[in-house]
């Protein structure tokens, strides 16, 4: 069995800063792609950064220059920083990682449980 547990949402002013943590535990055998979803409300989910296993990263245009995702492959853990934080930026966090595990060696998305970030002043 595999988790993720997000953590370091919050409630931040206009222009501030979080940085949020994904860490992946249970029977894990490799894992490869890693990234951040959110979803506002009455929104769809969206993408806001991916970084495979080797660090290649890739950005939503609405948060380049603001936000850097990285990860520690020694700790199965993913992080978002968040720089100049905006209004618009308020949603549900998720963290999505594609696992395999000790007993499938098959590539499966998994996904946290969300972390709430609040942009207000």
């Known amino acids: 069995q595999v988790q993720l547990v997000e953590s370091g949402g919050g409630l931040v002013q206009p222009g501030g800063s979080l940085r949020l943590s994904c860490a992946a535990s249970?029977?894990?055998?490799?894992?490869?792609?890693m990234g951040w979803y959110r979803q506002a409300p009455g929104k769809q989910r969206e993408l806001v950064a991916t970084?495979?296993?080797?660090?290649?990263?890739n950005h939503a245009d609405s948060v380049k220059g603001r936000f850097t995702i990285s990860r520690d492959n020694t700790k199965n853990t993913v992080y978002l920083q968040m720089n100049n934080l905006k209004p618009e930026d308020t949603a549900v966090y998720y963290c999505?990682?594609?696992?395999?595990?000790?007993?499938?060696?098959?590539?499966?998305?998994?996904w946290g449980q969300g972390t709430q970030v609040t942009v207000s002043s």
């Open positions: 970084i495979t296993k080797g660090g290649s990263t």
């Open positions: 999505d990682a594609k696992i395999a595990t000790m007993i499938s060696r098959i590539w499966e998305d998994y």
């Open positions: 249970g029977s894990i055998f490799s894992i490869n792609l």
